[in-house]
């Protein structure tokens, strides 16, 4: 049976940190400078709280409170000429002050505008659905609900929609192990076998990247590649490696097998 390490309560130790990379800000410009902006702002503005606006990337992005996003997206609909809801999700911000961001990216195809309408809610807060205004909310929101674990209050069927509706965890938090937790390694198993059959075939690898030599396809036998389905004796001889034809290609090294590095460190 292959090695396995337990990965038990996985989630509850949250791995993210300040290494990863954090993109700089996209310079911000005022809503004045684009004079259709500026208008549906004011219009915004005459019936709701607005935290923040300003134009980024030529859209303009618009801050407002959680309670009235379905009221600011149905003036926007019926008042401001902005018919396409293109999509609406959340942003993880739990490891820096138990947030979520929450967005909602809206498109005017008569005034060939855009604008993204965001607020943030606590972690264990509900949104309110827009499924009545915009259709397109339906699987956006249930996603949401599937990935981030942010349910919609007022949705007609708030069910998991990419996991199967038993499924533990939620694969967008950014503490949501790679490569799943102990839940994900033996769901497969339990669900075809039983929990009976874990001592006899072992947990599920879900490393997309992991590489088994001794694979059903021989593809993966690096240096004595074989025919498919052939039996494996030990004794293939050895198939030196060219990554390039004869002559190569103009202005490119030609490479080979023993000018070639693997590279075992995972966080290089």
């Not at 030196?240 to 097998?257: H, R």
């Amino acid at each position: 049976m292959r090695a396995y390490t337990p990965k038990d309560d996985v989630q509850a130790k949250s791995y993210y940190t300040d290494r990863y990379y954090v993109a700089p800000q996209v310079p911000k410009s005022e809503v004045e400078t684009d004079e259709v902006f500026a208008s549906d702002l004011a219009a915004i503005k005459a019936k709701f709280k607005v935290k923040e606006a300003f134009i980024q990337v030529e859209q303009m992005i618009v801050y407002i409170d959680a309670k009235d996003i379905y009221g600011v997206l149905k003036l926007m609909r019926d008042e401001l000429e902005y018919t396409q809801l293109s999509e609406l999700s959340a942003i993880d911000w739990l490891a820096k002050d138990n947030t979520f961001e929450i967005f909602y990216q809206m498109l005017s195809m008569n005034k060939r505008k855009r604008i993204r309408i965001k607020y943030f809610i606590k972690n264990g807060q509900a949104v309110d659905s827009v499924n009545e205004l915009f259709r397109s909310a339906d699987w956006s929101e249930r996603e949401m609900f599937d990935m981030f674990g942010i349910e919609a209050n007022g949705h007609p069927f708030m069910k998991r929609i990419l996991m199967p509706y038993d499924w533990q965890g939620n694969p967008l938090l950014k503490t949501y192990p790679l490569e799943g937790d102990e839940f994900a390694a033996w769901y497969e198993v339990d669900k075809i076998y039983g929990k009976e059959a874990r001592e006899e075939i072992g947990p599920e690898i879900r490393d997309t990247a992991r590489v088994d030599r001794y694979d059903s396809e021989r593809f993966a036998r690096l240096g004595h590649e074989v025919p498919k389905g052939t039996k494996i004796t030990g004794n293939e001889p050895v198939a030196e490696q060219a990554y390039q034809e004869d002559g190569g290609v103009f202005l490119i090294k030609k490479l080979d097998k023993d000018s070639s590095v693997v590279i075992d460190d995972p966080q290089r």
